[in-house]
Nanobody, 115 residues
Framework: QVQVVESGGGLVQPGGSLRLSCAAS????????MNWYRQAPGKQRELVAT???????NYADSVKGRFTISRDNAKNTVSLQMNSLKPEDTAVYYC?????????WGQGTQVTVSS
């Protein structure tokens, strides 16, 4: 059994920052890529950022230069530092991890950017 739990969401004003965290536990074996996705109301879930087991990163064009993904392999955690937030970043953010058995998702954390 694998558990994935996100934290750190909340309400922030435009231009502000938030840091999301995700902790994975259970029979993880070796984790491959770790991702952050988001889903805004009425929209499809989209990939925001990826970090591989080797530390390579990739970002959606809409967040490049504003968001930073990082991971701690010893603690099985992944974080998303979000700066210069915009109202269009408002969404439920989900953490996804993968290993040789498949993929595991968290329950999501709400991020609302509004004045």
């Amino acid at each position: 059994q694998v558990q994935v739990v996100e934290s750190g969401g909340g309400l922030v004003q435009p231009g502000g920052s938030l840091r999301l965290s995700c902790a994975a536990s259970g029979r993880l074996f070796s984790i491959y890529a770790m991702n952050w996705y988001r889903q805004a109301p009425g929209k499809q879930r989209e990939l925001v950022a990826t970090i591989t087991s080797g530390g390579s990163t990739n970002y959606a064009d809409s967040v490049k230069g504003r968001f930073t993904i990082s991971r701690d392999n010893a603690k099985n955690t992944v974080s998303l530092q979000m700066n210069s937030l915009k109202p269009e970043d408002t969404a439920v953010y989900y953490c996804r991890i993968t290993n040789f058995l498949g993929e595991y998702w968290g329950q999501g954390t709400q991020v609302t950017v509004s004045s």
